[in-house]
């Protein structure tokens, strides 16, 4: 029981760090590094933001993705740097970080389960269609659209892309997501992903602009 308090502590630590460094310390930290005569002092420094809400996320025994998505809107709170930094940082990511990710994930993935475990990867990608279409669509329906627009977003929400990989890769390596079924959920994700288009082309075909 006092784990569970000393976890919420710490969460809530990291709620309010992170206001108070999205409100005022990183657009100020952001600044400054104008005046260094690094080069790239701006993208730079914004990968030490980058890296140390990372480290502080966990810390306080949340994922470090979290911490790295808070410090990329934090950084983004300095539009005169937006532009540059997303340069610069795309040319970092492609070429080393981005390559890494991908390959750690083909190094875990067994292609023998798609014969394995057909109707599983089957039953993943028709209920990660079926979800998004009816989740989304339904979040727009009630939110005013009719049903051809809702259509159309159910449709732009379909496919999960880098993060669905991010969340089973991190679920993977901390044992929430077996070996067994590793290969099935990520065979799914890039089905979803390849499949994801054709519901897009297909929602706005009945729906031109």
């Known amino acids: 029981?006092?784990?569970?308090?000393?976890?919420?502590?710490?969460?809530?630590?990291?709620?309010?760090?992170?206001?108070?460094?999205?409100?005022?310390?990183?657009?100020?930290?952001?600044?400054?590094a104008e005046y260094l005569e690094a080069t790239h002092a701006p993208t730079i420094t914004a990968l030490?933001?980058?890296f140390l809400f990372a480290y502080f996320a966990d810390w306080v025994q949340l994922d470090s993705v979290l911490g790295a998505f808070v410090a990329g809107i934090a950084i983004s709170n300095s539009p005169n740097y937006n532009t540059k930094i997303n340069r610069n940082i795309e040319?970092?990511?492609?070429?080393?970080?981005?390559?890494?990710?991908f390959i750690s994930i083909g190094l875990n993935l067994q292609f023998d389960s798609l014969i394995k475990d057909?109707?599983?990867?089957?039953?993943?990608?028709i209920t990660?269609?079926?979800?998004?279409?009816?989740?989304?669509?339904?979040?727009?329906?009630?939110?005013?659209?009719?049903?051809?627009?809702?259509y159309v977003i159910g449709s732009g929400m379909i496919s999960r892309g880098e993060m669905a990989l991010i969340v089973?890769?991190?679920?993977?390596?901390?044992?929430?997501?077996?070996?067994?079924?590793?290969?099935?959920?990520?065979?799914?994700?890039?089905?979803?992903t390849i499949l994801a288009p054709f519901f897009l082309k297909h929602s706005i075909s009945k729906n031109p602009i």
Request: aromatic share 16%; hydrophobic share 60%; net charge positive.
């Open 1 to 32: 029981m006092k784990k569970i308090w000393l976890l919420l502590a710490l969460w809530i630590l990291f709620m309010i760090v992170t206001y108070v460094t999205y409100r005022w310390i990183v657009p100020m930290i952001m600044h400054l």
């Open 168 to 192: 089973a890769q991190v679920g993977f390596s901390v044992h929430l997501l077996s070996e067994e079924y590793y290969s099935s959920v990520i065979i799914s994700i890039i089905l979803i």
């Open 48 to 50: 030490v933001v980058c």
């Open 118 to 125: 057909f109707w599983l990867i089957l039953l993943f990608t």
């Open 128 to 150: 990660g269609i079926v979800g998004k279409l009816i989740g989304a669509g339904f979040g727009a329906r009630i939110s005013g659209f009719n049903m051809k627009d809702a």
């Open 91 to 101: 040319i970092i990511g492609y070429s080393v970080f981005i390559p890494i990710f």
